[in-house]
């Protein structure tokens, strides 16, 4: 039941584009990503709900395609910043939540 | 300042040496929660809170106990440590969970060492 995030890890140059997608075998909810910097919390980025929404927040989008439970999240001309584990989170019936695995990006100058 | 507390931030302990985690947020959040992070494993749940004294299991419960006797404290109880307990602990918070766009805010983490 945790979502599957592919790829696993990722490393760019900076101001290349990045894309990293979760996959859940459960009909969902709503879909979170979070980013994680290393001995941090997750810090929150976005929520998509149901209904085939992308969302974006400066250049960091995201899309949720609830036919096929997929979510993917696009980093867009990826700045040193952007470096850390993304994990989705998604919210199926049940009330219970699952992060997935993460993916770990690195971005180099 | 909005925040989630957890404490403590480190903590090396023995085998079968009951121990509490403490969380505490101000936000007046009604969901709480307890995560736990392993290399290669991501978060995993251990339980969450609806509400005050509400709670239920989540993927990774056994060997914990939780309490929600008040709004904004949810304590992490293990009773007899072992050191597959080992870990990253995370707790977090949201305002309304049945709405389905609450963000999740997470406290600083505690890490615990079993020996």
């Known amino acids: 039941q945790q979502p599957v995030q592919s790829p696993q890890a990722v490393i760019l140059r900076e101001g290349e584009d990045a894309v990293i997608n979760c996959s859940s075998s459960?009909?969902?909810?709503?879909v979170h990503w979070y980013r994680q910097k290393h001995g941090e919390a997750p810090v929150f980025l976005m929520i998509l709900l149901k209904g085939g929404e992308q969302k974006g927040h400066d250049k960091i989008s995201a899309s949720f395609n609830e036919k096929k439970q997929q979510s993917s999240l696009y980093l867009t001309a990826s700045q040193l910043s952007y470096s850390g584990t993304y994990f989705c989170?998604?919210?199926?019936?049940?009330?219970?939540?699952?992060f997935g695995t993460g993916t770990s990006l690195t971005v180099i100058p | 300042e909005a925040q989630v507390t957890q404490n403590p931030r480190y903590l090396i302990t023995v085998t079968g040496k009951k121990l509490t985690v403490t969380c505490s947020q101000n936000?007046?959040?009604?969901?709480m929660s307890w995560y736990r992070q392993d290399p290669g494993l991501g978060l995993r749940q251990i339980y969450y809170s609806m509400n005050v004294e509400v709670t239920d299991k989540g993927d990774v419960p056994e060997g914990y106990k939780v309490s929600r006797k008040e709004k904004r404290n949810f304590p992490l109880i293990l009773e007899s440590p072992s050191p597959n307990q080992t870990s990253l602990y995370f707790c977090?918070?949201?305002?309304?969970?049945?709405?389905?766009?609450?963000?999740?805010?997470f406290g600083n983490g505690t890490r615990l060492t079993v020996t």
């Open positions: 977090a918070s949201s305002l309304y969970w049945s709405s389905y766009n609450s963000p999740l805010h």
């Open positions: 459960k009909a969902l909810y709503s």
């Open positions: 936000m007046n959040h009604e969901y």
């Open positions: 989170g998604t919210l199926s019936s049940g009330n219970q939540f699952y």
